[in-house]
């Protein structure tokens, strides 16, 4: 009686174990690697910048700390003043450096340490102009008041984020467009998208422009805004059949 239960568990198992075996394998090889094609668009927008920044600052020097720093507060003073009047803002003027240290000399030829000869006293300013009709008149006013140190101007989007969103759609019409070329030019169509992702970053590019600095105390520093370029780029898989 065992033995005859032992041959009919057997019969009923081996099969189940043999079908458990086989169907993954030809499942497996029933399966095909799916097909893709990824495109990269890219979006760009150009637009007139809509404010500038600029460093100012004084550069002082005198025998003493404290006569170095006087001389030093008195011409930041006044050419804070003076940017102020222009209508510039208190939010777009940032102190960006402030510095005292001393100056040396070694004599020639000699093992004596070297001397303390004066003190030099450097305040550097961050000024955002956003109305550019007054970035020469800011950049006369400053000069005019002692002001020694100048660069920039650096030319900017009142509202980038709104220009990226443009940018990012115009990389989106564009990754389509490329993919619904190359489908057609390769006989494949296409299916849905598997995946999108943001790639690249989205700086400002300035077009070559001039940026005449000519301190002519008779008019304001003649200064071209020129144009800027903001760009998008996005990755984009479609499934093909």
Do not use: C
Request: glycine residues 6%; charged residues 20%.
């Amino acid at each position: 009686m065992q033995a005859r239960y032992r041959r009919t568990l057997h019969h009923l198992v081996l099969p189940l174990l043999l079908a458990a075996l086989v169907f993954p394998v030809a499942a497996m090889a029933e399966e095909t690697p799916r097909r893709t094609l990824t495109i990269t668009g890219v979006g760009e927008v150009r637009g007139a910048p809509g404010r500038a920044t600029i460093s100012t600052g004084v550069v002082s020097e005198a025998r003493t700390a404290a006569k170095a720093l006087a001389a030093n507060t008195k011409a930041m003073t006044a050419a804070i003043a003076r940017i102020k009047a222009l209508g510039i803002a208190d939010r777009d003027l940032q102190t960006s450096s402030f510095s005292v240290f001393p100056r040396y000399y070694s004599e020639p030829k000699s093992r004596k340490p070297a001397r303390i000869v004066g003190y030099t006293v450097s305040n550097q300013l961050t000024v955002i102009i956003r109305d550019l009709s007054e970035l020469g008149r800011v950049l006369d006013a400053v000069v005019s008041q002692g002001a020694n140190q100048i660069s920039g101007p650096t030319f900017g989007f009142d509202d980038p984020e709104k220009l990226r969103d443009i940018a990012r759609a115009r990389a989106a019409a564009d990754a389509s467009r490329k993919a619904k070329l190359y489908a057609e030019a390769l006989g494949v169509t296409l299916g849905p998208i598997v995946s999108i992702s943001e790639a690249g970053n989205f700086s400002p590019r300035p077009t070559p422009m001039a940026a005449r600095m000519e301190m002519d105390r008779s008019r304001p520093v003649p200064i071209e805004a020129g144009e800027l370029g903001l760009n998008a780029r996005v990755n984009v898989v479609w499934e093909i059949q």
